[in-house]
C-alpha cells in the first residue's frame, strides 16, 4: 500500500511563526501536491512538484513556499502565519510523471493560527 | 485555468434509493475526470475515474459518465448503502508535465435509513 505521511495531525501556531509541514511519500512518486481544504471551497491546490526541486504554483500559492530536495519529502512551509491561514493541509503523491492518475493522500494536518 | 463546478452541495437519499452528483469544467483541453469519496475525519480516497476517450465507466453500484461536447460528467451511486454516506469530490485535470487536478466543492451525501 502506498503510505504518504504527514508530520503532524494537528498544530497550533501563533500569527508571524513560521510553519513548516512535512510529507514524506514511500512509493517512489515523481509528483507531490499540497492541497488546502476549507468547508465549502472544496480542495485547492497550493503548490505541486513533478520532480526533484521542481516545484509549480497551483492556484493559491500566496503565502506559501515549498521545498523538494528528495524525491519522497515535499515540504509546506508558510512564512509568517495569518488567521487566515487557518485550514487543514493536505499532501498527496502520485505517478507518473506527465500522466494524469491517482493521488494518495496522507491523513491531513490541521494547522490554527491564532 | 480550470474550473469544475459541482452540484449539488448536500443531498439526502433513503437507502436503496439512486444518488446523482454533476459537474461540469470549463478547460476542454481536460481529459481525465476522477471521483474521490472522503468519510469523516478520513482522508479522500478515489473511487472511480474516467478518461476522455471513454463516456461510461462502471464499477459494481458505481457509474460515472462524460459528456465532452457539454463539458459534463456525472456520478452515478445505485443502490445506496448507509456507508455510501460520505462527502464526494469530482475533479478535471490535464495532462502535462505535472498532472494538476483541480476539484470540485464537494458534495455531502447522507444515507437515511
Known amino acids: 500500500d502506498v503510505k504518504v505521511t504527514q508530520s503532524s495531525r494537528y498544530l497550533v501556531k501563533r500569527t508571524g511563526e513560521k510553519v513548516f509541514l512535512e510529507c514524506v511519500q514511500d512509493?517512489?512518486?515523481?509528483?507531490m501536491f499540497w492541497y488546502r481544504q476549507d468547508p465549502g471551497l472544496g480542495l485547492r491546490l497550493i503548490y505541486f512538484?513533478?520532480?526533484?526541486?521542481?516545484?509549480e504554483k497551483g492556484d493559491i500559492p500566496e503565502g506559501y513556499s515549498v521545498s523538494r530536495e528528495k524525491k519522497e519529502r515535499f515540504s509546506l512551509i508558510l512564512e509568517s502565519a495569518s488567521t487566515n491561514q487557518t485550514s487543514m493541509y493536505l499532501c498527496?503523491?502520485?505517478?507518473?510523471?506527465?500522466?494524469?492518475?491517482?493521488?494518495?493522500f496522507g491523513e491531513g494536518s490541521r494547522l490554527t493560527v491564532l | 485555468g480550470e474550473n469544475v463546478e459541482q452540484h449539488p452541495s448536500t443531498l439526502s437519499v433513503q437507502e436503496g434509493d439512486s444518488a446523482v452528483i454533476k459537474c461540469t469544467y470549463s478547460?476542454?483541453?481536460?481529459?481525465?475526470f476522477p471521483w474521490y469519496k472522503q468519510e469523516l475525519g478520513k482522508r479522500p480516497q478515489l473511487i472511480i475515474d474516467?478518461?476522455?476517450?471513454?463516456g461510461e465507466k462502471k464499477d459494481q453500484r458505481i457509474a460515472v459518465t462524460l459528456n465532452k461536447t457539454a463539458k459534463h460528467f456525472s456520478l452515478h451511486i445505485t443502490e445506496t448503502q448507509p456507508e455510501d454516506s460520505a462527502v464526494y469530490f469530482c475533479?478535471?485535470?490535464?495532462?502535462?508535465?505535472?498532472?494538476?487536478?483541480?476539484f470540485g466543492t464537494g458534495t455531502r451525501l447522507q444515507v437515511t435509513l
Open positions: 498527496a503523491s502520485s505517478y507518473p510523471q506527465g500522466v494524469a492518475g491517482e493521488l494518495f
Open positions: 474516467i478518461r476522455s476517450n471513454v
Open positions: 512509493m517512489d512518486h515523481e509528483n
Open positions: 512538484s513533478y520532480d526533484v526541486k521542481m516545484k
Open positions: 478547460d476542454s483541453a481536460s481529459n481525465y
Open positions: 475533479a478535471a485535470s490535464e495532462t502535462g508535465t505535472a498532472s494538476k487536478l483541480t
